[in-house]
């Protein structure tokens, strides 16, 4: 947002030709041009990695050709873009069963069948990949990780490493790093011990990155099916940052959240936002009906003999001692509309300023 | 602030901090209560800014810090000062921006030639060179450096005079009105920007208009249809005091822990009690509710329909995702039914109409519709009309206020209450990441229990090894209001002489009965980050000082 645009370039995504920032990616330009190529490392947050390299295309400049990574090579003036011919779908191809072949039967994936289709599997229905293309490889084995809060099942790992980098570089909580090589690599907290041990601090944002069904909400996976949940985009109810979540639901029941990636919030949470901002509204201890308090204990009231009853007594308590004997105690957790309300009744409704909110507390 | 630049909000936008040279952090424990700002304060320092810290624990922020000051209680402003008598004595405030777009100067130069380094020093404990230090450092990056404070600035006595010390170090390095530098408060609760922003508060109309300023009461008054109160009502403390003399006989309380989340739990509960009705609308059976005549049962955030405004003046949609609960009612709907048995003649029926009322009323949200929420997502106000962008940061070319800057001296007042030898330890309060205010939500989320088991009396090692305190150990701490159990936790996140609590579980430790009720005199903010304390141990054993 600080960085200066001196100068535009032109580039040509599949026929198409758009105008582009002087620093930007291949990537960018293929975006802004409304085309679409898997990216199963790339996390704007973190910046380009290049490791998965499904996001492989065609350039041409100056007429020669090269295939490149498009999240980490820069776009150039008057380059030209190929992003779907035909070596490229049948590279991708390969590259996707190449992962599967990595990874537990598509239809077991925890994501997919609690939440949303992941991008892994996504992009192999897209590409027509198939899960047994090649040999599989031996499933890897489960860390053992009491944490109520993260599911860690690498039988769907890529590899890719957005966790890592999202813990490392963008939380920089450093809780989870790459353990092992090649094959036998895994992600692993320092020491492998459980994540209850280390310095996470369960922000979530793992879950929230992680492309395949490796990372998830243990609150709520397994409990919820990916096709009957609804989301709803809103604001978390916690401090004043505002970040952006959507709310999951089924069948009208609250289910979990998300964060939501449009949002100035960028996607980020914290323990509270991602774990714990829906269970309280589904509490046994909600209060569900009005409560007139009789002889010193609450009774069940209905919703006139409450507003009927609190009507009459301020109204008594108005003409006995004035409008300035009440007071009307605002809040900074409703919606600025009630808070609006509020200070309108206070003025209008009873006829005092005594109005206040509790931004003090 | 609002007195000196127009308004008290953030200057810059949450996603700037992260693009300073220089980011001042003082009395905001970041990590903990604002984690998502604190991930742009830690990238800034990955871009290669300067992170100072002032705070007098050792807080978790400090990993990222160039520099810690580690300042007593309470001693801001003769810190502030001192830098100001820095940047002054050799030159090195932003000459021209002090010409052009502020005040007061010449006062304030001779005002802070009194505060040298070597004076702050003695009083708030950071060496006199690690205070030349940083002030060098803060004009060095004038014109990119940021300023965030929270609660830890403004929950004390002399809160508004801490706030105006430190608006005055930004004016003095030209970081007002400028990408990626100004001054922040960052809010505590979701919508305490909202909240303010609609008017409920004593003294403003919707949009911060002052109800005794000529022509705006009789804007409201034409607008509203009705006659409207001339004078001034009064702050929440000051209606407590007034219940205990029954000159308050009546309130309406929505959605607030009052009696746990106030200071000097005792008093806000005897306030209340002294009144004659009381009407609570909340979601839970709080212990301000138990207190109530008449308890309304309201719905969630996840049932509401509204708007949010964030800490950065970001007007945000929320959105109900389910159905309130049982017979629960929002709190839109419920007012708007008060509001009609109260006679109050209105076409309103949804959160639209009255946020279309009130924008309409409010210069600075005029231009913020539901229709734009919904298409380009969180506005920032100002906004005055539909065609504006929004601001991204304040005070761009001239004050909010619309006259120069003031620069306000202002002197050091110690904390309300001072230890001595009956109460030798400062309590200082505060917020942990997992929990949340009085814990009404975070305590009931699964797992949670985990994270933070319970309130833990956060003691210096070497003052737990003086009173012979071992870890986990409960204990009673005692002020001159009351008193509560609670586990020991040794920590060099302390300081010595001082310990630190939250006040997340109400149930088993009201942190909130040992508070002082002392308050700052402008803003009536109570001052939670200083009272007297003794720790006791629970087999009767008083035990020694911890002073030195």
Redesign the interface.
């Known amino acids: 947002?600080?960085t200066e645009i001196k100068r535009k370039l032109n580039v040509e995504v599949n026929g198409i030709t758009i105008e582009c920032a002087a620093q930007a990616r291949v990537l960018d330009a293929i975006n802004e041009a409304g085309f679409d190529v898997p990216t199963l490392c790339y996390d704007e947050r973190t910046g380009p990695q290049g490791t998965c390299r499904m996001c492989l295309v065609e350039v041409e400049v100056e007429g020669k050709t090269q295939q490149v990574a498009a999240c980490t090579a820069f776009a150039s003036d008057g380059m030209q873009v190929a992003t779907h011919s035909d070596e490229i779908v049948d590279y991708r191809k390969t590259i996707l069963e190449l992962l599967l072949s990595e990874t537990s039967s598509p239809t077991a994936c925890p994501k997919c069948i609690s939440f949303k289709k992941c991008e892994l599997h996504d992009a192999a229905e897209q590409y027509d990949a198939k899960w047994d293309a090649f040999p599989s490889l031996v499933a890897r084995e489960k860390p053992k990780d009491p944490?109520?809060?993260i599911q860690r099942d690498y039988d769907y790992c890529i590899s890719c490493f957005r966790c890592t980098n999202i813990c490392n570089?963008?939380?920089?909580a450093g809780a989870i790093t790459v353990h092992g090589r090649g094959q036998e690599n895994s992600i692993a907290s320092f020491f492998n011990n459980d994540l209850?041990q280390s310095p996470c601090?369960?922000?979530g944002q793992c879950i929230n990155t992680c492309p395949t069904g490796a990372l998830t909400d243990k609150?709520i996976v397994g409990k919820t099916k990916a096709e009957d949940l609804?989301r709803?985009?809103?604001?978390?109810?916690?401090?004043?940052?505002?970040?952006?979540i959507h709310?999951?639901?089924e069948n009208?029941?609250?289910k979990g959240t998300e964060p939501d990636f449009?949002?100035?919030?960028r996607g980020?949470?914290?323990?509270?936002g991602q774990?714990?901002?829906?269970?309280?509204?589904?509490?046994e201890?909600?209060?569900?009906?009005?409560?007139?308090?009789k002889n010193g204990a609450?009774e069940r009231?209905s919703?006139d003999e409450?507003?009927?009853?609190?009507?009459k007594?301020?109204?008594e308590?108005?003409e006995?001692?004035g409008?300035?004997?009440?007071?009307?105690?605002?809040?900074?957790?409703?919606?600025?509309?009630?808070?609006?309300?509020?200070?309108?009744?206070?003025?209008?409704?009873?006829?005092?300023?005594?109005?206040?909110?509790?931004?003090?507390? | 602030m609002a007195v000196m630049v127009g308004k008290g909000a953030m200057t810059n936008?949450?996603?700037?901090l992260a693009?300073t040279d220089l980011l001042l952090v003082a009395g905001s424990n970041t990590t903990e209560?604002?984690?998502?700002?604190s991930?742009r304060m830690?990238?800034a320092v990955?871009n290669g800014a300067k992170l100072i810290v002032i705070d007098p624990r050792k807080i978790e922020l400090t990993k990222?810090a160039t520099r810690h000051l580690q300042i007593n209680i309470g001693t801001d402003i003769p810190l502030f000062n001192a830098f100001a008598h820095v940047m002054i004595k050799e030159g090195l405030y932003d000459r021209e921006y002090v010409e052009k777009r502020t005040e007061g100067f010449e006062e304030l130069a001779k005002h802070v030639e009194f505060y040298t380094p070597e004076y702050a020093s003695e009083i708030c404990g950071v060496p006199a060179n690690e205070i030349i230090d940083t002030a060098r450092e803060y004009a060095e990056a004038s014109g990119k450096a940021a300023i965030c404070y929270t609660l830890g600035i403004t929950e004390h006595s002399c809160g508004s005079h801490n706030v105006q010390s430190i608006a005055n170090l930004g004016m003095l390095g030209g970081n007002f009105g400028k990408?990626?530098a100004g001054v922040n408060p960052?809010?505590?609760?979701?919508?305490?920007?909202?909240?303010?922003?609609?008017?409920?508060?004593?003294?403003d109309?919707?949009g911060y208009q002052k109800?005794e300023r000529p022509g705006v009461r009789e804007k409201?008054e034409a607008a509203?249809g009705?006659e409207?109160?001339k004078?001034?009502?009064?702050?929440?403390?000051t209606?407590m005091n007034q219940m205990l003399r029954g000159?308050?006989?009546?309130?309406?309380?929505?959605?607030?822990n009052?009696v746990v989340?106030?200071?000097n739990t005792n008093h806000a509960q005897a306030a209340l009690e002294a009144t004659?009705?009381i009407?609570v609308q909340?979601?839970?059976?709080t212990d301000t509710?138990k207190l109530?005549?008449?308890?309304?049962?309201?719905a969630?955030?996840?049932?509401?329909?509204?708007?949010?405004?964030?800490?950065?003046r970001?007007?945000?949609?929320?959105?109900?995702?389910?159905?309130p609960?049982?017979?629960?009612?929002?709190?839109?709907d419920i007012?708007?039914?008060?509001?009609k048995?109260?006679?109050?003649s209105q076409n309103l029926n949804t959160?639209s109409d009255?946020?279309d009322?009130?924008r309409r009323l409010a210069p600075i949200l005029t231009g913020i519709s539901y229709e734009r929420l919904d298409k380009e997502?969180?506005i920032q106000w100002p906004c005055p009309s539909e065609d504006h962008p929004g601001t991204q940061y304040l005070h761009k070319d001239e004050m909010d206020s619309g006259i120069p800057g003031y620069f306000a001296p202002v002197d050091h007042i110690p904390p309300a209450e001072e230890t001595d030898s009956e109460y030798p330890i400062i309590l200082t309060t505060g917020r942990r990441?997992?929990t949340?205010h009085t814990g009404?939500?975070?305590?009931?989320?699964?797992?949670?229990g985990?994270?933070v088991p319970s309130e833990m009396a956060e003691i210096n090692p070497d003052d737990a090894d003086q009173l012979e305190l071992s870890d986990g150990e409960i204990v009673t701490v005692a002020s001159r209001r009351g008193s509560v159990e609670v586990p020991i936790k040794i920590t060099d996140k302390s300081p010595h002489g001082t310990i630190f609590m939250s006040f997340a579980f109400p149930e088993l430790t009201q942190t909130n009965r040992l508070t002082s009720d002392a308050?700052d005199f402008i803003?009536?903010?109570?001052e939670?980050k200083a009272c007297a304390v003794r720790i006791d141990k629970l087999n009767g054993t008083v035990t020694a000082t911890a002073s030195d």
């Open positions: 947002m600080t944490n109520p809060f570089d963008w939380e920089q209850l601090t369960f922000c609150k609804k709803t985009k809103t604001i978390c109810p916690y401090c004043g940052v505002g970040c952006g709310l999951l639901s009208g029941q609250l449009d949002a100035p919030s980020s949470l914290c323990v509270k774990f714990a901002s829906w269970e309280f509204v589904k509490s201890e909600r209060l569900k009906y009005p409560l007139i308090k609450f009231a919703w409450a507003l009927d009853l609190m009507t007594r301020f109204t308590i108005r006995e001692s409008p300035d004997s009440i007071v009307c105690w605002s809040s900074a957790r409703s919606v600025t509309e009630a808070n609006y309300l509020m200070q309108k009744f206070s003025r209008v409704g009873i006829g005092t300023n005594n109005i206040d909110n509790c931004s003090r507390t | 936008s949450i996603e700037e693009g209560a604002h984690p998502v700002i991930l830690k990238r990955r990222w990408l990626n960052l809010r505590g609760q979701n919508n305490v920007q909202g909240a303010s922003d609609s008017g409920a508060l004593p003294t109309l919707p109800i409201f509203w009705s409207l109160p004078r001034r009502g009064i702050t929440k403390i209606a000159r308050v006989r009546g309130v309406y309380i929505m959605g607030e009052t989340s106030d200071p004659d009705f009407v909340d979601i839970f059976m509710a109530a005549d008449v308890v309304l049962p309201a969630s955030f996840a049932e509401s329909d509204g708007t949010f405004a964030n800490s950065e970001r007007v945000q949609r929320v959105r109900p995702a389910i159905k609960v049982g017979e629960s009612r929002t709190d839109v007012l708007l039914d008060v509001m048995r109260f006679g109050v959160s009255v946020w009322e009130m997502g969180g990441r997992s949340y009404t939500q975070t305590g009931r989320a699964s797992s949670f985990l994270l308050y803003t009536e903010t109570p939670f």
